[in-house]
């Protein structure tokens, strides 16, 4: 059973920065799709930055040229730097991974950006 665990979740104020991280363990496969997704309250969850096993990141509009999605294959993590934070980008961040045909998800981490 792949396990997620994420971690860097936080409190800061508009304009500043903070790293999310999650380490995935127990599968037996490589992980197609590493991800990062965020839901606000009140709000549907959404995608933020995925980042393939073959070929580019993709990240959300609402977040280029703010937040980098990197991943470690050795070291099956996966992580999100985010840079000029805002407001709206308070909410609880989840990773993702897919495992051959099935999807992974962590617990959350809360990131809490203050005006």
């Known amino acids: 059973q792949v396990q997620l665990v994420e971690s860097g979740g936080g409190l800061v104020q508009a304009g500043g920065s903070l790293r999310l991280s999650c380490t995935a363990s127990?599968?037996?496969?490589?992980?197609?799709?590493m991800a990062w997704y965020r839901q606000a309250p009140g709000m549907q969850r959404e995608l933020v930055a995925l980042s393939p096993s073959v070929g580019s990141a993709t990240y959300a509009d609402f977040v280029k040229g703010r937040f980098t999605i990197s991943r470690d294959n050795a070291k099956n993590t996966v992580d999100l730097q985010m840079k000029s934070l805002k407001p709206e980008d308070t909410a609880v961040y989840y990773c993702?991974?897919?495992?051959?045909?099935?999807?992974?998800w962590g617990k959350g981490t809360l990131v809490t950006v203050s005006s």
């Open positions: 993702k991974v897919v495992a051959g045909v099935m999807d992974y």
């Open positions: 127990g599968s037996t496969l490589s992980f197609r799709v």
